[in-house]
């Protein structure tokens, strides 16, 4: 096969070639590193313009002594987000942090960004990727959470002299509006069935307890963030009245208040829950007793036992990562909680007690995955425990 022969044109370092698709262009520029000679050349070209654009681009970085860009021109994300986690690793970091960051890339960004060159991601197609992800369901401080993640990935990519600047510094992430649609992820009747038979099958009593309360609609930080002196019992009616008044997140593991006002409720968890509940709080003791102390009031009864501290917050995740990874089964703790809400509307639950029940500060969040119903509170608990016994 012949090779194709580049023409020069009227514009020195612009070139030009015929192909089976018509005219293109080429552009070379040529520049010294450490006394060689080195060109960069760049072809497929459609127009003089565009080629014109591409010859100032070089020059630029040329003359402004950001060569190295050349260098990493087939650098991916992924690529480059494995020396950079390599590195953020050497930092001394605590393991949450470093497994909220690997959790962030994993799930959010790699399937969208990981293949793309660095040079390639732009600040058109990264807004309306963090947009799609308020349309999807995600809060507005989830989709902060992300962008920070992100920038920090690109900023140390222009610190490292991977390129040149980084273009998603000024992102406009959209607020929520109330009469956005969401689209969120559930479990149908049969997919909940299922999830749960493998929980009981895979997991321990203890953690199962964990997943059961998110399976009631609790927040991941509302299930971490149980502490002794917030469940009560009523042995006689087999029922425990659970006080939810505080929640435990990636940067307060020590616990905080309620993610919203309307998140300081009570909880009245009957049936299995009730007996999950109660071999939980004698497992905690029991942990607490094999480290020769007790446990406290104001201690969260969810603990890992080998040192008798609480359990990450991400404990729900890595539990529903091992049932993906021998069931594939894909759920995690926010999707139950979608489908708490779903399931209670079907089940014919009243909107208000819903809302009340999940802790929503107000109706039109409940709305974003359930539709008006008509039922009454003292329903809800037993209407739910009845769904959750169906086969």
Known sequence: MASIKWKTTNYPGIYEYETN??????????YYKDGERIEKSKSGIRTIAEAKAVQTEFENLVNNNKEYIFENANLTLNAWNDIYMANFKLKKYSKDTIRHKENIYKNHLKEEFGDRLLTKITLNDYEHYLASKIEKGYSRGTVLTIHRSMKAIMNAAVKHEKIGKNRLLNV???EIQETMTVETKVLET???????????EMMTKYDFAMVYLAIWGMRRGEVMGVRLRTVKFDHNKKVAHLSLDSSRTLRTPEGKGTKTAAGNRVLIIP?????????????AKSIAKDHDTVLHQDDFIFRNPTSNKPWAVTRLNDLMTKVHAKYDIDVH?????HSFATQATLAGVNQ?????????????MTNYYTHETKEGTEQLVDLMQKRFTEK
């Not at 698709?21 to 040529?30: A, D, E, I, P, S």
């Not at 049969?190 to 009981?200: I, L, P, T, Y």
């Not at 703790?333 to 909680?337: D, S």
Request: proline share 4%.
């Open 21 to 30: 698709r018509g005219k293109r262009y080429g552009v070379r520029v040529r």
């Open 172 to 174: 406009d992430i959209p």
């Open 190 to 200: 049969d997919q909940f069935n299922v999830f749960v038979a493998a929980c009981k």
């Open 271 to 283: 049936g299995e829950g009730y007996q999950l509940l109660v071999y939980a709080i004698e497992k």
């Open 333 to 337: 703790p926010h999707m139950l909680r």
């Open 352 to 364: 208000k007690d819903l809302q009340k029940f999940v802790g929503h500060g107000n109706e039109h």
